[in-house]
Every structure is written in C-alpha cells, then in structure tokens.
C-alpha cells in the first residue's frame, strides 16, 4: 500500500499585497460561507462575542480631508513558533507536518488559553453553538464540520480545500500545482491581493512574494515566524 | 377516514402525530356532516393519505434488499451499484430507476420486488435507512475515494457483505480502528487528516 504522505511536506504560506486591498471585505464573507462560521446577535457582538477567522484592520493616517487609509486583512498566522501551542492543556492545538496550526475542535476544552496567548488575537470562541438565520443553514459546507459551543476555533488555511487538491493530484499522480490550492479568501479576492501556496517551493508564487523588498511579517520581533506574508504599502 | 394507508395502525403512529390525527378526525366528522363540504372533506382525506407516512425503525430497512443474492447469484460487484465509492467522497446508494433496470423483468412476481415496484411507480425514492455515519459532534470528514485508491476492500471496514442480506454495520468503528489500520499502512496519524 502507497503511502499517503508526500515525500517533500508542503509549507502553506500566504502572500498579502497591502497596495492590492482595498478593504471590500469580500475575503470575510467568504470565509464565512465555506467554514460554517456563525453569525453573532447586534447585542452580542456588541459584547466582543463575534466569530470571524479573518477581519480587516484599518489604520487612518492625517486629518480629514487628506486622511490615508491602510487596510489589513488579518487571519491566523500559521506561525511556525505558534504562542497559542505550548498553553493548550489538552493539545488541541499543534502544529502539522504541513506547517499548519491546526485546531482539534473535539479535544478542545474552552479554556481560552490560546486565544489569551495570540498576539493577533484571530482565535474565535463559540460562547454559543452556532446559530444561522433562516435560510442560512441551508447552504452549510459538507466539508467542513459545524464546531459546537464552547470551542476554540481559527483559520485553518481552508485544510478542507488543500485536501480535496492533494487528493486529486494524489489520484492522477502529478505533483500539486502552484496556485491550485485556493483557500476562500484568496479565490474570492477580486483585488488579487491574496497569494496562497507552498514556501518549500522556491519557484512558487508565494516564495517569489516572500522575497520582495516589500515583505514584512505581524510582530516578526515577538519570534513568532507567521507564514502570512504582508506586502507593505509602496511610498 | 380510518383506511389512510393500508397497514397503518394507530399504534404504530407516534404520538404526537396521533394526537394531531384525533383532532382532525372530529374536525372532519364535523366537516362530513355538511353535504355542501363534501369537496372539502375530500381534499382532507387526500392530504391524510399523502402525509401520514410512518417512520420505520432505524436500521429496519424499507425492502429486504439480499446483498448476498446480487453479489453471489448475480456476480455485480459493490461498486456497480454504490458507483461513487471509488473515486468521491461519499459511496452513495443507487436510485430506484437504477434497480428497475433490470427489476423491470426480473422477478417481478416476487413479494419485496412488487415493493420495489410501487415505490418506483409512485416516482419517488426508498427511504433506506442510515445504518453508518458518525457521532454528532465527531468532526470527522470521511472519503471513500482515497481509501479506494489505495486499494482498502470494502470488506475491511464494512464486513461480510456478500454473505449479508439488508445493509447492516457488521463492523463497528471507532477512532481505534482508523488510527491502527492508518498505522499498520503507513497512512497519516496526523489528527487533521480527518477531523477539521
């Protein structure tokens, strides 16, 4: 029997052109819709209880009228010395051979320590199980399984999508192609400002990306190693 | 208003739908005393003998469907019927115009199969019943396709079929079972691999 790891892991990472976004937030609505992600009361989300795995931050510089707006699209890092990790009293959250921090939503407990410990504060909890209004709850994703309340969940780099890929090129026996893993976010990006792919591959887009002399990283001086990839603005 | 459906017993309704029932059988007793209404009470009794379908048991299934017959006597194989099995996530069930291929002609004085018949003939599906799936709240994301790829028998996970007659779970899973065998094949253990 063939083995079904790779011989080369990938390294998912992501690419982020901060000159590209424009803020639509359309990466947010469909994140929403392909991981079942559940909708917050006005009155609850007014308490800081909203679930997003993905929110656009926006930074004002100057006074109005000559005000310039930066906008940050921020979703879970994938750090490769993920905070969130070591805190977990029940390894519900590790990382994967693929790089991937990956949330374990059966062994998660509640205890709000990952999302205590994340310096770009994109873990979400459901402080409810999660409710949609009607017709909402038609249009669930069968991929992805609907987290009850009471547990931690993030982006995960939409693993369902990376799996059904890998699977298809497992079965007509070729490797992954660069940019045929699209997660949500990136596939629904009309600016284009989102790149998705495998860092182990120096020719891949996101590699090339990487090496830009745009290229920062969120808080890169806490030595978290995020595989998220920010493309400062051009001056 | 009482021969609904052949074989329907009070008994057998539940509960909530028997109370329902009473209360518009009087309705309809009153209804049927007015020879203006009668239009009515016919829709009513119309209704009665769409809606009340009672639910079968889980696990008792709605014809006695002998795998061992088709697999054995016939020579068809699993995948014939449940066609998906090999290559998508789900193996699925064939529908009942599939059955009626060869039903049609086929043994078509036989009781189970004068079932099948009219279930075909009303144009809808066999309500089989779900015998596998996984715990609400499991979180798990199976596919038949990889496991057929790598060339797993379907007996592994799912028994003695072609000796079975109704589909029943022969073979009771449990996380234990997925992870030895990933194990013993060299497949990943990683908890992601199924459960996102």
Sequence with gaps: MATGNPVKPHRWGMVIDLDRCTGCEACVVACHAENNIGMSDPEEAARGRVNHWIRVDRYYEGEFPDVKVKYQPVLCQHCDEAPCEPVCPVNATYHNPEGLNVQVY???????????????????????????????????????????????????????????????AHAGSRPVADGEVQPACVQSCPAEAMVFGDLNDPDSKVSRFAGDGRATKLMEELGTKPKVIYLEKAR | MFSLRAGAH????????????????????????????????HHLLLFFSVALVVPHVRGEQPILFPHSTHINKVHLKCIDCHISADTSDAATIPGVRKCMLCHAKVATDKPEIKKLAAIAASGREIPWQRIYGFEKGAAVKFRHGPHARHKVPCATCHGDMPNAITAQPLVKHNMGTCITCHRQNNASDDCATCHY
């Design chain 1, 106 to 168: 059966n062994r998660c407990v509640g205890t709000f320590y990952c999302a205590n410990n994340c310096p770009y504060t994109v873990r979400s909890f459901n402080w409810f199980d999660p409710k949609w209004p009607e017709p909402m709850q038609l249009q669930h994703n069968p991929d992805v399984s609907i987290r009850p309340g009471g547990v931690m969940e993030k982006c995960t780099f939409c693993i369902q999508k990376i799996k059904r890929v890998e699977e298809q």
């Design chain 2, 10 to 41: 009070l008994s057998e309704i539940p509960p909530s739908v028997s109370i329902g029932l009473q209360a518009e059988v009087t309705f309809a007793k009153l209804l049927a005393t007015s020879s203006v209404l009668c239009t009515v009470k």
